[in-house]
């Protein structure tokens, strides 16, 4: 048991001193010997439990933004990740009720998305691979989009705060926990 802390520890540690090298634009990479522990804390289902775009609640500026020409009310935003080796399954739900001219009606947002992923220093690097969003009003498809691949690798701060996973990506930032098993 105290062999097995130890060795966290210096994983930690080891990890840590690879962050803390200057970025000289050149060739640091973390050893593939200190990565595996932090890719295992890593892998496995996260559920947002906290997302706010500039310090606002993600909810609000979804219903602002999704909803243009009615208000989402009793609106609830359920976001999951699942890490696994290199691709994490990202599935977003949001619900609630529509007000429409002619009354309320049930509304329903999906998304999945499948992101490959990579560990730095500090950062995942990721892009976005495949994925659909579709819209239901009333229990009734009303859009359905694919989500082509952009291409693009982007860079997404992340570190851990407690059992926490923190994800930041310029203005947005999310709390990740795990389910209670």
């Given at each position: ?10 994983d930690?540690?080891?990890f840590?001193l ?13 050893s ?6 932090e ?22 500026l ?10 989402l009310?009793?609106?609830v935003?359920i ?6 080796e ?17 009354g309320?009606?049930e ?17 995942l ?9 579709s819209t239901s ?6 859009a ?5 691949s952009?291409?693009?690798r982007?860079r ?11 994800l ?7 709390r990740?926990?795990?389910?209670a098993?």
């Amino acid at each position: 048991m105290a062999a097995r802390k130890r060795n966290k520890e210096r994983d930690r540690l080891a990890f840590s001193l690879a962050s803390s090298l200057p970025d000289s634009g050149g060739g640091y990479e973390i050893s593939a010997a200190f990565t595996a522990p932090e890719r295992r804390r890593i892998l496995g289902e996260w559920t947002i439990a906290e997302h706010l775009v500039d310090g606002v609640p993600y909810i609000e500026l979804f219903s602002r933004t999704a909803v243009r020409d009615a208000a989402l009310l009793d609106g609830v935003y359920i976001s999951i990740y699942d890490f696994r080796e290199y691709v994490c399954v990202k599935r977003v739900r949001i619900r609630g009720l529509v007000e429409l001219a002619g009354g309320r009606v049930e509304y329903l947002y999906s998304m999945s998305l499948a992101i490959s992923w990579e560990l730095g220093r500090g950062y995942l690097t990721v892009r976005p691979e495949l994925g659909y969003q579709s819209t239901s009003l009333d229990g009734k498809m009303a859009a359905v989009k694919e989500l082509p691949s952009s291409g693009e690798r982007t860079r997404v701060g992340y570190r851990f705060e407690g059992e926490a996973l923190v994800l930041e990506d310029g203005a947005d930032f999310k709390r990740l926990t795990r389910e209670a098993e």
